[in-house]
């Protein structure tokens, strides 16, 4: 009878030992799925913002046509990308393609000292300001929600329960994920 | 330890300092329910917890007030407001924190709120005036890590936790005083000079729970500063250039000094002996020597003698 009572104890907390387990596992793929969205919410503000960056230049530099085909391929690969990584790349695709953008405008200083030009150009670099701070988020997410997936006991039961590992939101391989250890005083 | 860890164990030490307030004010109305009549004890703590309702309620107008924050128009200081845009979305926050602004010469910042909905950044115009761009960002990350690990939240506790005390303990002492013999129960002289040293002490045990909560908790900001933006230095140079700087802020209310991102208090630490060392047990922050040390630590650098000579931030907003 003891035994049974001994069972019936393990069993229980075994049970919420699981409970437990797979909630937070729940919370981390939640966090990263949010930190996620932040990233397309930029990077669909900067794609819709290359149309009218390339209609203004066109106007000062009709000839430059290379250049804003590229753009525009670019444009179109972020668009298309299906995987964080693909998205990682293509857009440092298309960063390349507007610095090449830039340098052309450089030689026209009609179109430097258009209001409209500055005014976009301003807008870019603030939204390529805020996917590289949502790359971090992103980032950081991807890592813990990895590490409660890929550690033990977990690493056996999450992919039946539908957990898999997620890919980071980063070009030529490295993580950007920040490391800081820290060991506090007082 | 990583960061996300620090949190957690954070969190523990939370809760047991917030339990460790309760078990104070308990201990608060025990001595004068003691000491006095267990009704009055009673109404004691009940008061209390009204009084601390009423402190949560209208904590954030209070802090407002308290460190002379204005509110600015949704169209002024747009580059700062980006600034803090960027940070929040890099800390993942669910709405951008307000922004506002202390026209005071001292280089300081502070975040409050309770919930991170709800929650703004406050920076003085000297920080705008002194710090450069890159270490502008690294203090308003600091502050956002405040908000992001709940301290805005548990700091607000801690000073109305603290207060309520000081309050109870106050109105106890003066009534077993003043208001002495008539109704006191039997309890003897004993109970009595027991509650009267307990009351006395009270304040100053609550002060040193809120003290000590607060410090830790630079040290993780700092340290979620430097997670945030990927750069401890930004961080270190931010704290250095806190440190050269000699004004101190206007409003140095001690009921909110723990909120700055630098003691707006005291200017001198590190350098107390003796006796005096014991005074660092009531600081609210750290010395900055320590925190630019652990930055140093958390990046590998080593701060340069000099501080790099770039353009303030206020000459991007246009504010002389």
Known sequence: ?186 | MTLQEQIRSNRLRSAIVIFGFALLLGVVGGLIGAALDLRLGIVALIGAAIYGIFALISSRRMIARMTGAQEVGPDELRPLRRLVENVSIAAGLPVTPDVRLVDDPAPNAFAAGLRPQKSYVGVTTGLLRTMPKRELEAVLAHEISHIRHRDTYLMTMATIFAGVIAVIADIGFRMLIYGGGRSRRGGGVLVAVLAIVGLILAPYAALLLRMSLSRRREFLADAGSAELLNDPEAMALALRRLQLDTTSIAYADASVAHLWVESPTSRVDSERRGVLALSSWFDTHPPLEQRIAAMEEVGGFQLPERLPLDEPFASELGIA
């Open chain 1, 1 to 186: 009878m003891l035994w049974l009572w001994i069972l019936i104890g393990v069993l229980v907390l075994l049970g919420i030992l699981f409970v437990l387990g797979y909630n937070r596992l729940v919370r981390l793929r939640n966090e990263v799925n949010t930190g996620w969205a932040n990233i397309e919410v930029q990077l669909e503000r900067r794609t819709d913002l290359i149309p009218n960056l390339v209609e203004i230049v066109r106007g000062y530099a009709a000839h430059e046509r290379g250049v804003f085909d590229e753009v525009t391929r670019a444009r179109a690969g972020v668009q298309q990308a299906g995987s964080p990584g693909a998205a990682a790349e293509a857009n440092a695709g298309l960063t390349v393609a507007l610095g090449r953008l830039f340098a052309v405008a450089e030689a026209y200083p009609d179109l430097k000292a258009s209001e409209n030009f500055s005014q976009l150009q301003d807008e870019l670099t603030d939204t390529e300001d805020k996917i590289s701070a949502a790359r971090r988020y992103y980032n950081a997410t991807v890592m813990n929600f990895n590490n409660g997936v890929q550690s033990l006991p977990w690493v056996l039961f999450a992919r039946p329960l539908g957990f898999r590992a997620r890919e980071f939101f980063s070009a030529e391989g490295d993580t950007g994920v920040p490391q800081v250890t820290f060991a506090t005083g007082s």
